[in-house]
């Protein structure tokens, strides 16, 4: 989008822009010495111009080129409802090309208000940018990290560094590569697919040369399109099993396009893991296999999208059933998440449409073309990678070029891990950890959703990694992290897709793992700072204080939170040489595991406790019960006369009260009662008592 409006142009027309439409509006108050001109600026809606358009309309990123005076800007964008985020102090973030390459936050808070059904931001900018016709100032919603921002991150990794001494980069021989030392980097890049558009969906691969194989990992089917580029090398992490075993951790960011700071965060861990002197570092690449999908949508993220894909679809809610045509990224990824966990390519059917006319003919041709005449074996959809074909292509084939919008029947164990759906399950997974991250507009903090299990070992262990990231990061709340059941299924509002679909939710029914997370960064900032316990080998002894005012999240705090999770996990199997958990409260790691289950007990009880109260309200509803009654009020215990209006306010009632007096029949009755009591039965004064048992 390219628009000359009164001396001014905005133009949207390049990675991640968004910019729908401006209005000028005219001069308005704002400063007594310059000009102040305003304008009406519209966020461009995901999929604009399409079938696909949907009401998804938060992010913008556009420059502004001004006329050459001095004077003040004031943009009233029109987008989603965002009333929360910016009452909490959320600002956008400008640059200047050429002179200010940095984002900042703006400087004024801005301000917000909803008339006639839209949300209108409002903010100002200082135009000091004096006869120079060519600088831009570029607005955005939050820090943007475009396609051609990863695309250059990750040529600076694999070529700026591709001599470095310490790091092995492929194409490499299996004999040279031996020749390096055992902790130096493996670093392998590689296309996983390519997305409806035919952008690259990167899978970067990072561990260390410990147990290096001669084996390469298999090409999967309808996966990894260049074959001149080999795949990388299968790596044993434990060194007394038979069989591989690799202990790999999962990445991935980027599924929704216009969630940033995910971006960040997993750069942080990139850059982590592929520092060679820092001792932590080197033992996680030992222990551990890293398999990285920096963006799983780009397409997305290169049109400005906010939520979707090109084709206006959530693509974290079709993990369970991901199509080959429709949802490639999400399709490899599963794929590699199957095949990670089995030891063996797992044929995924999907019952996905195979053909959409809104998808180009070419690549569909491209595929049918290749589709073999594969027969499954009778257990189902399950392959061995021995016997693997690595051109054949999975059996998603069909009698009709159009299947339509199948959705297949539920059953009831589709909510929970099927063992042996896939085939019989492996002796022992080579998952280790899943990690989606994800930008959080309403939650503050940086924070994890995990999943729920119906004993408390599994709960216990779900919970660990979060509560290790408390300690280590100051800037993670672990009493924001939700692990409950009801967040596995929940419906989103806006479209009425299930969180069931999610990643994490689809990792655990797939491959059982329990250490499968979502995490959740906000765009503005914290609720608090946590207090962070100093590292046991530094000379200053001293626990941090608690901040009150948690900082703006920066880029730079989201890579400082990715590595602390990376450190975290060391803690998880006490392989950390520098741990802050001797330091902490806990001093342990079974110490924070016996918190751990004290928590998952008390939240136990306190929702059955709920579910009991919601059992009975419904029974009540049903006329299957009566409802509970409150016992009389003393008042009317008493013999108050107390008003019988429902509605009246207990207070009031006895206010009201009007004390009942007694006949003269009823008080000469009590007295006559009274003095027939057995003096027996009284109590004796001390005269009487004294008479009574005086020794004779």
Known sequence: MDIECNGFRFNSNFDSGNLGKVEYVGECDYSLEEKTYEFNVWTRQDCAGTEFVNGNRTWFYFGVTGPPEICYIKLNIVMNKQS??????MAPVYRVLPGQPQWERIKERPTFMGSNGNFYLTFYHQWTEIHKPKTVVYFAFTYPFTYSDLESFLDSLQFSRHNAADICM????????????????????????????GRNVNLVTITSLHNVTPVREIRLNNLFPDESSPRPYRFNKKQDAVAFNEKVIFLSA?????????????????????????????ILRKNYVFKIIPMLNPDGVFHGNYRTD??????????????????????????????????????????????????????????????????????????????????????????????????????????????????????????????????HASKKGIFMYGNHFKDILSNIECRLLPKLISINSPHFHFDSCNFSERNMFTKDKRDGSSREGAGRVAVYKAT????????????????????????????????????????????????????QVLVSVLDMNNLNPWSRISQSQYRTLNSIKEALRLRVLSEDNLSLHREKNRGFHNKVCRGEARPWKRPKAAGAIAGLNIASSSTMPTHKKLRQAVKRTKTATETQSRLEKKSTVDSSTRRLIPEQRRKKFKPK
Not at 268 to 276: A, D, Q
């Open 170 to 197: 492929e194409p490499i021989s299996y004999e040279k590569m031996k020749t390096f030392s055992p902790d130096d980097i493996y670093f392998h890049r590689e296309v996983l697919c390519n997305s409806i558009e």
């Open 254 to 282: 980027r599924v929704h396009p216009g969630e940033t700071p995910s971006s960040f965060v997993l750069n942080g861990m990139i850059n982590y893991l592929m520092t060679s002197v820092d001792m932590p570092a080197n």
């Open 512 to 563: 059982g793992l329990v250490r499968s997370y979502t995490l959740e960064c906000n765009y503005n900032t914290g609720k608090k700072m946590n207090s962070v316990p100093p590292l046991p080998h530094t000379l200053d002894k001293k626990t941090p204080g608690t901040y009150t005012n948690p900082p703006k999240y920066t880029p730079a705090i989201y890579e400082e939170t990715g590595r």
């Open 84 to 89: 929360k985020m910016y009452g909490q102090g």
């Open 310 to 439: 090109t084709r206006g679809t959530n693509l974290n809610r079709v993990y369970n059933n991901p199509s080959l045509i429709y949802h490639p990224s999400i399709y490899g990824a599963r794929a590699l998440l199957l095949y990670h966990h089995f030891g063996r390519e797992i044929l995924q059917v999907s019952t996905a449409p195979v053909w959409d006319p809104y998808i180009d003919s070419t690549k569909i041709t491209k595929i049918e073309d290749g589709v073999s005449d594969l027969s499954l074996e009778k257990q189902g959809i399950v392959k061995s990678s021995e016997n693997l074909d690595s051109k054949s292509i999975t059996a998603v084939s069909n009698s009709k070029n159009y299947i339509g919008d199948y959705q297949p029947e539920k059953k009831e164990d589709d909510s929970l891990h099927v063992p042996g759906r896939y085939g019989p399950e492996p002796l022992e997974s080579g998952l280790f950890l899943y990690i989606d991250m994800h930008g």
